[in-house]
């Protein structure tokens, strides 16, 4: 590989690795600053996952040898097939303790909006007020 070519993979690999940083710290800030516990369970999946992928690929970039290509694809696909299984049991767990009793009615309460199909005028209960 020529010096030109390592060298422009080189600062690829920093601004991938850049990227990833930064999604990974955006999912840490939301997973200890969201409200609820579903919008946490999704910060600390998804974007974080992301950024993890995109971590590894910018030190591959980096690193420009195929041993760290073959544990980082390894750290790529264990860390894909567990986030969401993890993420699946934190959700199941909740539900079952009762912390999350409709999915639909948390967003709605944060949002402080009315259920789908109650009447604006009616109460918490679904009756209206005298």
Not at 54 to 80: E, F, Y
Not at 88 to 117: F, M, N, S, W
Request: include cysteine; charge should be positive; hydrophobic fraction near 45%.
């Amino acid at each position: 590989m020529s010096e030109s070519c390592s060298n422009a993979l080189t600062y690829l690999g920093m601004v991938i690795l850049t990227l990833g940083s930064a999604l990974t710290l955006i999912a840490a800030i939301g997973a200890v600053k969201l409200p609820t516990l579903l919008q946490r369970q999704h910060a600390a999946t998804k974007p974080q996952l992301t950024g993890f992928i995109l971590t590894c690929l910018g030190l591959v970039a980096i690193r420009q040898t195929w041993s760290w290509l073959t544990v980082v694809l390894l750290a790529i696909v264990l860390q894909t097939l567990t986030a969401p299984i993890g993420a699946h049991l934190i959700g199941r767990t909740a539900k079952q303790r009762g912390e999350i009793k409709d999915a639909g009615e948390t967003v709605y309460r944060h949002l402080h909006l009315p259920l789908p199909g109650k009447d604006v005028s009616e109460g918490e209960d679904g009756v209206r007020p005298r």
